[in-house]
């Protein structure tokens, strides 16, 4: 059974930073991409980031570009997002989700039940 | 603003059937048949309902089920059951710079 469970999310002053960690079993992390979706409090879904299965490729959402760096540990099976400057904007639950694919199709098929972060002062 | 277009709400009686719609450009849906569906309950992590268009993931009830005309996908369930009021929430790739996935604003389906 594929488990995906994030931690790090927080209550974070604007300008801040976090480093979110999402814990992968289940499955062979290193042969899927990864994501990270946002969602705001009562809004919909934003994806923000994505990895490929070796690590060797990455995206960003332009509203997180330069600001956010996503990354991956496939010795620990785990998936990292280090959110820089962060703005009240920014003010979400986070969640990783795993890919169909090695490379990005962003058909994502496993979620992790979200960690909230919260920036304000 | 989100990307995609769907209505704020849908509803209908058990056993019925209804049918979401998301309306794109040529941009995202018209361009590619790289669209998916996903669910939503409360308080819950979305589930992948629908990728492809109409292709259902392995242990999704065949109740779901897809399409797409030009640069509007559609989500049909059929037999509606109580559980399936949720939020429904359509994706597609896109041509954009800015991002390379882009999402629906949800559309908030009511079993009466």
């Known amino acids: 059974e594929v488990q995906l469970l994030e931690s790090g999310g927080g209550l974070v002053q604007p300008g801040g930073s976090l480093r979110l960690s999402c814990a992968a079993s289940?499955?062979?992390?290193?042969?899927?991409?990864m994501s990270w979706v946002r969602q705001a409090p009562g809004k919909g879904l934003e994806w923000v980031s994505a990895i490929s299965g070796s690590g060797g490729s990455l995206y960003y959402a332009d509203s997180v570009k330069g600001r956010f760096t996503i990354s991956r540990d496939s010795s620990k099976n785990t998936l990292y997002l280090q959110m820089n400057s962060l703005r009240a904007e920014d003010m979400a639950i986070y969640y990783c989700?795993?890919?169909?694919?090695?490379?990005?199709?962003?058909?994502?098929?496993?979620w992790g039940q979200g960690t909230l972060v919260t920036v304000s002062s | 603003q989100s990307a995609l277009t769907q209505p704020a709400s849908v509803s209908g009686s058990p056993g019925q059937s209804i049918t979401i719609s998301c309306t794109g450009t040529s941009s995202d849906v018209g361009a590619y048949n790289y669209v998916s569906w996903y669910l939503q309950h409360p308080g819950k992590a979305p589930k992948l309902m629908i990728y492809d268009v109409s292709n259902r993931p392995s242990g999704v009830s065949n109740r779901f089920s897809g399409s797409k005309s030009g640069s509007t996908a559609s989500l049909t369930i059929s037999g509606l059951q109580a559980e399936d009021e949720a939020d429904y929430y359509c994706s597609s790739a896109t041509t954009s710079r800015s991002t390379e996935v882009v999402f629906g604003g949800g559309t908030k389906l009511t079993v009466l």
């Open positions: 989700a795993k890919d169909f694919t090695s490379s990005p199709s962003y058909y994502l098929d496993d």
């Open positions: 289940g499955f062979t992390f290193s042969s899927y991409a």
